[in-house]
């Protein structure tokens, strides 16, 4: 049986995941992007989401918040390594030995916010600089019998991984 492919938080990222997962060799479905929103009095943009209110305190206010695709590439603002399992809602099996993984904060091109996410599989920090161009990509944040969570990663442009 094959897994169902549900992004680990809706709205915040776009994929074609309402399918099967692809087949082993497959591609992966549609191009990624993370998504957030721009309001039309101000032109703030927000990650994650704003769907009720501009987060702007200069905001004149009265704006419609639309949802906008974020930049596909930034560059690396800094990053560190996780070597401690984290709490919940984090999903890990405490019987697996903990491995560690590598975190982004990433200012993205066009934005200029930083986002926070994991690096991709066989990124780690001795693969990162500061200032290094990087992309998001999808990424797999666990599986269960009948789910893969999906979630935002981060890659150097042209690097490996």
Same mark, same amino acid.
Do not use: N
């Given at each position: 049986?094959?897994?169902?492919?549900?992004?680990?938080?809706?709205?915040?990222?776009?994929?074609?995941?309402?399918?099967p997962?692809?087949?082993?060799?497959?591609?992966?479905?549609?191009?990624?992007?993370?998504?957030?929103?721009?309001c039309s009095a101000c032109t703030a943009v927000f990650f994650p989401r704003e769907d009720a209110f501009c987060r702007n305190p200069r905001c004149p206010g009265d704006g419609v918040l639309a949802e906008v695709p974020l930049s596909p590439r930034g560059r690396v603002w800094s990053y560190t390594d996780g070597r401690y399992r984290p709490p919940a809602p984090y999903v890990s099996d405490p019987g697996v030995p903990w491995e560690p993984y590598t975190l982004i904060a990433v200012e993205l *091109?066009?934005?200029?916010?930083?986002? $926070?996410?994991?690096a991709a599989p066989g990124v780690g920090v001795g693969d990162l600089s500061v200032g290094m161009e990087v992309e998001v990509v999808g990424?797999?944040?666990? *599986?269960?019998?009948?789910?893969?969570? $999906?979630?935002?990663?981060?890659?150097?442009?042209g690097g490996a991984a």
């Open positions: 049986m094959a897994r169902t492919r549900t992004p680990v938080v809706s709205g915040w990222f776009t994929e074609d995941t309402a399918g997962e692809p087949a082993p060799g497959a591609a992966p479905p549609g191009p990624f992007r993370l998504l957030g929103t721009r *091109e066009a934005e200029g916010m930083v986002v $926070l996410g994991q990424g797999v944040l666990g *599986e269960d019998a009948d789910t893969t969570w $999906l979630t935002w990663q981060f890659k150097p442009v």
